[in-house]
């Protein structure tokens, strides 16, 4: 079986404070970890993945295997960084989503 | 490109009804997926596809079926609607296994 964990429904954060949004799994494989975020009335789009240990908007998000973690993190918030995101793992051939966290982040 | 386009935007049932929610995909994907999203729960798997003709269950299967005829088509059928089937409905398709999900722009399905 395979299992996102996102122990924050809502993050709110001051503008320019660091931002880390925790995500966690289980996985007996090899997993492939997305974060996603959907802004307010749009779909979802992909942030990252960590195949390819891109930075985008300022994102980065880090494989930890021992902890099995894929914590998202940008060292400055900005206002529109407010949004839902969504931790994803892909497993054999599905993908698993977290139940997401609402970024808030307060001018 | 249009990328993956689902229809219709938004749709009123009346319990016991039956429906075809459409999605469409123009980049050849081969992945293809149904999700529901409801407050609270995030995205929760329905159905997937890894090629046509293939289909399998994801978490909450009850209730729906799909078919993939094509590479292009991959509908989502409500046999007989209930209020519990009331949510945000996303097709997502992706190239390979190493791709991130391209998501279409969601129904919006209430049943009353």
């Known amino acids: 079986a395979q299992r996102v964990t996102q122990p924050e429904k809502l993050l709110s954060v001051f503008k320019g404070a660091p931002v880390e949004l925790k995500c966690n799994y289980s996985?007996?494989?090899?997993?492939?970890l997305f974060w996603y975020v959907q802004y307010s009335r749009q779909r979802l789009q992909l942030l990252l993945r960590?195949?390819s240990r891109e930075s985008i908007k300022g994102f980065t998000a880090d494989l930890n295997k021992g902890e099995t973690s894929f914590h998202l993190k940008k060292p400055f918030a900005q206002e529109e960084d407010s949004a839902m995101y969504y931790c994803a793992l892909r497993g054999y051939q599905k993908v698993t989503f977290g139940t997401g966290t609402k970024l808030q982040v307060i001018p | 490109n249009a990328g993956v386009t689902q229809t219709p935007k938004f749709q009123v049932l009346k319990t016991g009804q039956s429906m075809t929610l459409q999605c469409a995909q123009d980049?050849?994907?081969?992945?293809m997926s149904w999700y529901r999203q409801d407050p609270g729960m995030g995205l929760r798997l329905i159905h997937y596809s890894v090629g046509a003709g293939i289909t399998d269950q994801g978490e909450v299967p009850n209730g729906y079926n799909v078919s993939r005829s094509t590479t292009e088509d991959f509908p989502l059928r409500l046999l007989s609607a209930a209020p519990s089937q009331t949510s945000v409905y996303f097709c997502a398709s992706s190239q390979t296994n190493s791709y991130g999900y391209t998501f279409g722009s969601g129904t919006r399905l209430t049943v009353v």
């Open positions: 996985y007996s494989g090899s997993p492939e």
């Open positions: 980049m050849n994907h081969e992945y």
């Open positions: 960590h195949i």
